[in-house]
């Protein structure tokens, strides 16, 4: 969806470097997901965010870190990148006024390796 | 901690329609049905969601029996375009439960000509 952003879109880096990953959004919506996914299986939610003070941890938070910088930024940290953190990751936006509860954005992905 | 168990693999043909099933036996009284599509390299895509009984949009329908146990995607006359990964997730994203909520591996749905 071109309303959700996502920087960089492919990234190579090497182990023990500090990356951060960013998205952005123009659709106004108030929650904010990261999630991972690696080949043949689907996606693992690492923090979400249901609006900028609001702060949570999903399935797989351990070695990330988020910052939700505004309404419509949420950035992810790898501290300390290791390369069993090489994945697809996926930004996702959504928004509880529109009645489809779970109904989720995503951004085009970001394919990030770790050597 | 709904989980879902979905066939891992489907194989059809244009212009046949196809139904993928999913099994939720834990579901929670609060818990929605959602399905996403996913084509390689994208991010997941909304296709439909439902509490009970059936629900239709212009690509979907969704069928849920009473006991909400499982679910039925339903793609009328599929083209070669539908060939994707289809998720059956189950829970409810207005709440901090959302952590709950598993995407699982899918259904490899192949359309053939």
């Known amino acids: 969806d071109a309303d959700v952003t996502q920087t960089p879109r492919n990234r190579i880096t090497k182990t023990g470097k500090r990356i951060m990953l960013e998205c952005s959004q123009t659709?106004?919506?108030?929650?904010m997901y990261w999630y991972r996914q690696d080949p043949g299986l689907g996606l693992r939610l690492i923090y979400y965010?249901?609006?900028?003070?609001?702060?949570n941890k999903g399935e797989i938070s351990d070695g990330y870190s988020v910052s939700r910088q505004a309404q419509a930024k949420f950035s992810l940290s790898l501290e300390s990148a290791i390369p069993n953190q090489t994945a697809l990751y996926f930004c996702a936006t959504s928004d509880m006024a529109s009645g489809l509860y779970n109904e989720q954005f995503f951004g085009p992905g970001t394919r990030l390796t770790v050597l | 901690l709904a989980k879902t168990t979905q066939p891992i693999s489907m194989d059809s043909y244009e212009g046949q329609e196809v139904n993928i099933t999913c099994s939720h036996n834990?579901?929670?009284?609060?818990?929605?049905i959602t399905w996403y599509q996913q084509f390689p390299s994208q991010g997941p895509r909304f296709i439909i969601q439902?509490?009970?009984t059936k629900v239709t949009n212009e690509v979907a329908s969704l069928f849920i029996p009473a006991d909400r146990k499982s679910s039925t995607l339903s793609l009328p006359r599929v083209s070669l375009s539908d060939t994707a990964v289809y998720y059956c997730?189950?829970?409810?994203?207005?709440?901090?439960?959302?952590?709950?909520?598993?995407f699982g591996s899918g259904t490899r749905l192949s359309i053939r000509p």
């Open positions: 439902g509490y009970k």
């Open positions: 997730l189950v829970g409810d994203f207005r709440y901090s439960s959302a952590s709950k909520i598993i």
């Open positions: 965010s249901f609006d900028v003070k609001d702060i």
């Open positions: 834990n579901i929670a009284t609060n818990d929605y």
């Open positions: 659709k106004g919506h108030d929650r």
